[in-house]
């Protein structure tokens, strides 16, 4: 299994810009890292994903070193709409039995306040 | 443009049943993955398929089997339910394998008394 380890919380007030990074070893080295948004009572939202070096979309960062071994995601100018949880997921490929296993973060709360 | 279904959306079953959890994914998406997600934990990998052949397992006991079908959709099989298997499964559909971007549904709400 992969290992991940992301801070249990984080609190910004509006406007602020928020990074939130995720600690993992292991992972397949062919394969994207992912970012997820969830709030309460509903699924995982796609938020970025990426390979190695910056992505930039409309609503976020993500800063991948080259060792893959980190990822940072980058939030420009939270709003008190971005309170939620915010997930890391990476995968682990098993070559032999071409297989996959995923692995989510335990997850950061990010509380944003007025 | 639907997004991901999940069928049912809350039940509750007794300790030693049986259930069988529905997921119809994105049009175009051949890739259905399953997680559990146990209220305040992070979401629990238990399977991916890919155009019906099982391409990733969790760490799951085979009570826990999956399968998927022509149309892409795909069902959730858990046997001799625990109080443990209490959780929301979560269905999520891709156009690839592995960690590709991922599209959830709502989920299924179980309980097991």
């Known amino acids: 299994l992969a290992k991940t380890t992301q801070p249990i919380s984080m609190d910004s007030y509006e406007g602020q810009e928020v990074n939130i990074t995720c600690s993992h070893n292991n992972i397949a080295t062919n394969d994207y890292i992912t970012w997820y948004q969830q709030f309460p009572s509903q699924g995982p939202r796609f938020i970025i994903q990426g390979y190695k070096t910056k992505v930039t979309n409309e609503v976020a960062s993500l800063f991948i070193p080259a060792d893959r071994k980190s990822s940072t995601l980058s939030l420009p100018r939270v709003s008190l709409s971005d309170t939620a949880v915010y997930y890391c997921l990476v995968a682990l490929f098993y070559s032999g039995a071409g297989s996959y296993q995923l692995t989510f973060g335990k997850g950061t709360k990010l509380s944003v306040i007025p | 443009d639907a997004g991901v279904t999940q069928s049912p959306t809350h039940l509750i079953k007794t300790r030693g049943q049986h259930v069988t959890l529905r997921c119809s994914p994105i049009?175009?998406?051949?890739?259905v993955s399953w997680y559990q997600q146990v209220l305040g934990q992070g979401p629990q990998f238990i399977f991916q398929?890919?155009?019906?052949?099982?391409?990733g397992r969790g760490n799951f006991p085979d009570r826990f089997s999956a399968r998927q079908f022509p149309n892409y959709s795909s069902e959730l099989n858990v046997n001799a339910l625990l109080l443990g298997d209490s959780a929301l499964y979560l269905c999520?559909?891709?156009?690839?394998?592995?960690?590709?971007?991922?599209?959830f549904g709502p989920g299924t709400r179980l309980t097991v008394t």
């Open positions: 398929y890919y155009e019906k052949e099982e391409r």
């Open positions: 999520a559909s891709s156009v690839g394998t592995g960690n590709y971007e991922q599209y």
């Open positions: 049009s175009g998406h051949k890739s």
